[in-house]
Each structure stands twice: as structure tokens, then as C-alpha cells.
């Protein structure tokens, strides 16, 4: 399975009017269909916004930064993949699939250990969805 680097990017609007980029992987249909990534991984970073709820750009540089690690330390060996990023309405969240959340726990802690504590928190699920191998996908 080769994983690309294709992302598409859209812009979104809360009730409260507050900007929201979403940006998603494309070309994961391989991944999809292996049934191997079934853990899903939200990593949440709450910041506060400028009028419109995005980061400062001194804090963006500072996400895309820690999301670059992530990304490298997570993909390097297709434990997980990143497949989305919102950000906006004063929350960065990262959206990751897993092999397994244990090793992907532990690998997160090692990214992050150059870092000062961040300001995130993560949720995980196991995503019933992603062990279907679908002719619609």
C-alpha cells in the first residue's frame, strides 16, 4: 500500500460564524480496504482564537510544527495514518487511524517529548466502519 500525500481543503462556518478549514486525505481507499487501521485517534488542541477562532500565526507555526512530527513519527512505518485536520472555532484536531492505540500512545510520547506539555487532549474509538471492506468506497 503506498500512501500519497493528496489532501483536498474546504472552508466551513460554525453557528457562531467562526471559520473552519477542514482538510482531508485523499487516495486512502487501500487502507480502507485492508481492515488494519480500525482504531481512530482525535487528537484536540484548544487554543483561543482571533475574532474569526483561528490560531494567531505564531501559534498556527507552532501546530503545523507538532503536526509534522506526528505525522513523520506515526507514517514512517504505517502505524497510523493521518487522514484529516480541522481547524478552527478555537481547536485544532488532528484525525489519525491506528493499528493499535497502545503503540500509538507510546510513539506519541515520543514525538512529543522535545516539546513543552501541549495543550491537547485525545480520544480514541474503535470505528466499526473502517473493518467493512465496502464496493462503495
Avoid: C
Amino acid at each position: 500500500m503506498k500512501l500519497s500525500n493528496e489532501w483536498f481543503t474546504a472552508l466551513s462556518e460554525d453557528e457562531e460564524g467562526h471559520l473552519i478549514t477542514v482538510s482531508g486525505r485523499d487516495e486512502l481507499t487501500e487502507f480502507v480496504q485492508s481492515g488494519k487501521f480500525k482504531e481512530r485517534v482525535e487528537i484536540t488542541w484548544k487554543y483561543e482564537g482571533d475574532e474569526k477562532g483561528m490560531p494567531g500565526e505564531e501559534l498556527a507555526a507552532q501546530m503545523e510544527t507538532v503536526e509534522e512530527t506526528l505525522k513523520k513519527a506515526m507514517e514512517k512505518d504505517k502505524l497510523a495514518i493521518l487522514t484529516a485536520v480541522y481547524t478552527g472555532a478555537g481547536e485544532k484536531i488532528w484525525v489519525f487511524y491506528t493499528r493499535t492505540v497502545r503503540v500509538f500512545g507510546e510513539r506519541l510520547n515520543e514525538a512529543l517529548a522535545s516539546f513543552e506539555l501541549l495543550p491537547i487532549s485525545i480520544y480514541t474509538e474503535v470505528d466499526p466502519r473502517m473493518g467493512r471492506i465496502s464496493r462503495y468506497v
